[in-house]
Every structure is written in structure tokens, then in C-alpha cells.
């Protein structure tokens, strides 16, 4: 009886170590997506924000223009943009810089705000002697 329970024990030792084995992990890496290849789609404007600040004289106005079905920036896998925002259609190059700037060569570099599969939020600011103040630009953009 000792030997058939010894037997017994020994089985259920080697079971529960053979599903303990590396050997039988399937799982599969996920593959890393930069975000050059999560900007790299077409993009359908929902809104441009266009804001101006200035202390001479003292102004502080928003401009919101809301984007139509035929308002949208397309980026490449080749490094090109090509954008056609409220009747101005044009291309461009761009680049990614450090995963929180994109470079629009014709526009200048905007600031990724937030980047989702959906969702991309772009901010440009600068500022403006001529007003001894700012302005900005912010593009709500949806896949």
C-alpha cells in the first residue's frame, strides 16, 4: 500500500512540475509601435484652435474653426504630409522628434499633446514681440 501511495505522489510530483515548465509559455511579444508609425495615417480635423494674447495693447482672443469632412493631414511612411485645411491644400515633410514633437517643415513644430489609435492632439505657441505676448495653435485631429 505504501508503495502504490509512493507511486502516487511521485506522478502528481512530475504532473505538476511538467505544467510549471517554460517550455509550454506560447504567449506571443507584443511588437513596440513608435510614434512615428502611430502618427503615420489620415488624420480628419474635428477643430483648429487659434488663440492670440497680447498685453499691448491688452487683448486675449480664440478663434475656433470646425473641421469639415474634407479637412485632413495624411502622413507617410516616406516623410511626407500632405494636409488640406480649410480650402488650402498643400504638402510638406515632417519628422518625430523625441516621441513629444512633431516637425511640420512648412508649418513649424508642434507639440504631441496626446497621440491614441483615434486620437492626436497637436499645440504650436509662440511668442510675439510685435503684441508683447503669444499666439497658439492647437489641432484636434481623429482616425
Known amino acids: ?5 509512493f507511486i502516487i505522489l511521485a506522478a502528481m510530483a512530475t504532473f505538476s512540475m ?13 511588437p513596440v509601435v513608435t510614434t512615428q508609425q502611430k502618427i503615420q495615417a489620415r488624420w480628419t480635423l474635428e477643430n483648429y484652435i487659434y488663440h492670440e494674447h497680447g498685453t499691448n495693447p491688452v487683448y486675449d482672443t480664440t478663434t475656433v474653426y470646425t473641421g469639415t469632412s ?43 499633446l496626446s497621440l491614441t489609435d483615434h486620437a492626436l492632439k497637436l499645440n504650436f505657441r509662440e511668442d510675439d514681440a510685435a503684441i508683447a505676448g503669444y499666439f497658439e495653435e492647437t489641432y484636434n485631429l481623429n482616425k
Open 70 to 112: 474634407s479637412d485632413y493631414l495624411d502622413f507617410k511612411a516616406n516623410g511626407k504630409v500632405y494636409y488640406s485645411l480649410s480650402e488650402y491644400s498643400d504638402s510638406s515633410t515632417y519628422s518625430v522628434i523625441g516621441d513629444t514633437t512633431l516637425f511640420i517643415s512648412q508649418l513649424g513644430n508642434y507639440k504631441i
Open 18 to 30: 511538467e505544467s510549471c515548465s517554460k517550455s509550454n509559455d506560447k504567449s506571443v511579444p507584443v
Open 1 to 5: 500500500m505504501k508503495k502504490f501511495l
